[in-house]
């Protein structure tokens, strides 16, 4: 297995220009989240998805959107992009569980920086 | 979801036991304690987690207080490659939304 893959590693945006990251899973994992991480702080959750065609708001949405369409992908959205949105983004994936099953599979990142 | 509690730093030499400290004081009675560390800006790894009893695995021991307000992540024998941010974080039911705080930055010396 691949685990969660990300694309790109590395983006420069403009102000005000648009992306989609691209987050794939090959483990048949049904939850998904993303988040996002500035320097010297923990991760952020912005997104999460519980299965196909079911996604919700974490902590720090604005900004941002996602869509769910399959169980393998989980892509994240930037409209217009900002200078605060400059972060490194973390994609993961866990199976369905409970409390007791939460062990969560990240990807390697992808670093964006919007000038 | 409870807050967690850990100091922003410790070192430890190569070799010896690194116990990491969280304090969880408002933890309830099904909510979970996991830990996860992050090596250099990657993504993080799970680690290890529990709710009353004391866990063991390959990686690591976690010790959970009785009263459940607090546990330590132990590294029986720190190597240089676990020099890393070590994340606790208190879940609670099915969605599993991690909360993650500042961690604890450990580094192993030689």
């Known amino acids: 297995n691949a685990g969660v893959t990300q694309t790109p590693k590395f983006r420069i945006l403009k102000i005000g220009q648009s992306m989609t990251l691209q987050c794939t899973q090959d483990?048949?994992?049904?939850?998904m989240y993303w988040y996002r991480q500035d320097p010297g702080m923990g991760l952020k959750l912005i997104y999460y998805?519980?299965?196909?065609?079911?996604?919700d708001k974490g902590e720090v949405p604005n900004g941002y959107n996602v869509s769910r369409s399959t169980t393998e992908d989980f892509p994240l959205r930037l409209e217009l992009a900002a200078p605060s949105q400059t972060s490194v983004y973390f994609c993961?994936?866990?199976?369905?569980?409970?409390?007791?099953?939460?062990?969560?599979?990240f990807g390697p990142g992808t670093r964006l920086t919007v000038l | 979801d409870a807050k967690t509690t850990q100091p922003p730093s410790m070192d430890c030499a190569e070799g010896r036991a690194a116990n990491l400290p969280c304090n969880h004081s408002?933890?309830?009675?099904?909510?979970?304690v996991y830990w996860y560390r992050q090596i250099h800006s990657q993504g993080p790894q799970y680690i290890i987690h529990?709710?009353?009893n004391n866990e063991t695995n390959e990686m690591a021991s976690l010790i959970i207080t009785e009263d459940r307000k607090s546990s330590t992540l132990i590294l029986p024998h720190a190597t240089l490659r676990d020099t890393a941010v070590y994340y606790c974080?208190?879940?609670?039911?099915?969605?599993?939304?991690?909360?993650f705080g500042q961690g604890t930055t450990l580094q192993v010396k030689p």
């Open positions: 483990m048949n994992h049904n939850y």
């Open positions: 998805s519980v299965g196909a065609g079911i996604t």
């Open positions: 408002t933890i309830s009675g099904n909510e979970y």
């Open positions: 993961a994936s866990r199976i369905a569980g409970t409390g007791s099953d939460n062990e969560q599979f």
């Open positions: 974080i208190v879940i609670y039911g099915n969605t599993g939304k991690l909360i």
């Open positions: 529990g709710l009353k």
